[in-house]
């Protein structure tokens, strides 16, 4: 991905997880390596093999979907980061564009809107990256990154890149191919081999033409629901549950949590929110111990008022 200038990672020596997370909770990890282009991501893996970044190394975007343990992390953050600027982003013809790991959601989504290419308006509401949207195959409403998506690099172990398709992607609902690799990368006792498929480096994108003004007007409506629908103001991850399949028709987690009568209940300092019930907000000094308290307490819940098992959409790392 071409970028102006070639920035090198930035390292960081004991940081707190909680800094990278959406909901602001997480421990110490002992380094973070933050990437302003996926051009630079071999420079990573020369320092973890010059031993100046301990592994393993795991990855991330911008932590909007993470649960870190309050016991902190071992090894290096390696995170995926842009600006808002039009950096990490290559419109290509035809609505089709290369787009940065690293590169923000909502940046895309008003670039695409703002050129008139209608499709990506829905990641104008989701606060993640690029990465973390082609690996949790992120969506909102009416649309889902694998109706956008041609293609994923990713980069393999040995320093090498391999192209990946829709058909090799396995996308679901918030789930790919990619998910099911570890979160984690452990280096133990691979030779020369910190990586595996899993770190996604850039991806190529399809929308279809439209009108400027009409993409930009879908996507404030977006943006309206959303504000009006979810504490976006309060560090959250979003969804905590996944929508089930069973329970009664057209109940999603959130109505089955608000009519189990937990909206509003709290652990600590985290809460179910009283604006949506499907999102847990950090009041203040909340704790990864909490959240997981309080997801087992809304699950249970729900299965004794309605018979339906929860499955969590946050990923839980553990220490
Ligand atoms: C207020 C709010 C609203 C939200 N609304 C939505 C919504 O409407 N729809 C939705 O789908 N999600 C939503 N989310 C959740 C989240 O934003 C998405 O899952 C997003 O795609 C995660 O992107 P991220 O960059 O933050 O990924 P992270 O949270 O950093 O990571 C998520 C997963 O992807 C992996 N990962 C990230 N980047 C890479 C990479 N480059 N290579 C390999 N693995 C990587 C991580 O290891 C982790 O397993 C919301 C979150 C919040 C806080």
Known sequence: MATAVRLRPRLRIRERLSRFSSIRIGG?????????????????????????????LAFVGRGSNILFPDAGLGGTLVRFEHGDGGAGCRWLSDGQVEVDAGLSLPALARD?????????????????TVGGAAVMNAGAGSGQWSDLCESVLVATGG??????????????????????????????????????????LSARLRGERGDPAECLARLASH???????????????????????????????????????????????VMV???????????????????????????????????????????????
Not at 231 to 253: C, I, K, T, W
């Open 159 to 200: 320093g090498g890149h391999e192209i990946l398709l829709p058909q090799d992607l396995k996308y679901g609902y918030r789930t790919s191919a990619l998910l099911e690799n570890r979160d984690r990368i452990s280096h133990a006792s691979e030779k020369n081999l910190p990586l595996t498929r899993a770190v996604v």
């Open 28 to 56: 110490a990890v002992e380094a973070v390596v933050s990437l302003s282009s996926s051009e630079v991501f071999g420079d990573v893996l020369d320092m973890y093999h010059r031993g100046e970044i301990p592994g393993p």
């Open 112 to 128: 695409a809107a703002r050129r008139g290419v209608a499709g990506f308006e829905f990641f104008s509401g989701i606060p993640g």
């Open 223 to 269: 943006l309206d629901y959303r504000r009006s629908t979810q504490p976006l103001d309060e560090p959250s991850l979003g969804s905590v549950f996944r929508n089930p399949s069973g329970g009664p028709p057209g109940y999603s987690a959130g109505r089955l949590i608000e009519e189990s009568g937990m909206k509003g209940r709290s652990t600590g300092g």
């Open 273 to 319: 929110s009283p604006r949506h019930a499907n999102f847990f907000v950090n009041t203040g000094g909340g704790k990864a111990s909490e959240f997981l308290e309080l997801m087992a307490t809304v699950a249970d819940a729900v299965q004794r008022t309605w018979g339906v098992i929860l499955e969590p959409e946050v990923r839980v790392w553990n220490a």
